[in-house]
């Protein structure tokens, strides 16, 4: 019997979404205002849920502060109030788009769960614009 647990968390960030190898009219035309070279800000809100067995001792699926602080750890601290393209590594070759951002996310959590829970990541890059990444 499997039963999903979520939580919710946020982060500040900046980005840009270019590519270096096309022209600014090319990069304007494809990603238009996402690809202004001053960067510009999002408030991306984040749910994680990890879907699982309940453990019979503890009655927990996971333990829900062991999830609020991989989150804090891998995610808040590595992203919040940072410039995506130029501060986080895992976007120096590779466009942080909403998609991209979710897939990055998802693979640094899940080598923190056990083998048996699935991990899902859904990210809010405005309060309408939403994607989600099961792995
Ligand atoms: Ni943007």
């Not at 900046?14 to 096309?22: E, I, S, T």
């Not at 009655?59 to 829900?64: K, R």
């Not at 940072?82 to 959590?109: D, G, R, S, Y």
């Not at 899902?120 to 792995?135: A, D, Q």
Request: proline share 6%; with cysteine.
């Amino acid at each position: 019997m499997n039963v999903t647990v979520s939580r919710k968390a946020h982060f500040n960030a900046a980005h840009r979404l270019y590519r270096p190898d096309w022209d600014a009219n090319q990069n304007e035309q494809v990603f238009g205002k996402c690809s202004n070279p001053y960067f510009h800000g999002h408030n991306y809100e984040l749910i994680v849920s990890v879907t699982g067995p309940i453990d019979p001792q503890t009655g927990y699926v996971m333990d829900m502060k062991v999830l609020k602080d991989l989150i804090k750890e891998h995610v808040e601290d590595a992203f919040d109030h940072k410039n995506l393209n130029e501060q986080v590594p895992e976007f120096k070759n590779l466009n942080p788009t909403a998609e991209n951002i979710v897939v990055v996310i998802h693979q640094k959590l899940k080598p923190h769960l056990t083998s048996d829970q699935a991990l899902e990541v859904t990210l809010y890059e405005t309060p309408r614009n939403f994607v989600s990444f099961k792995g």
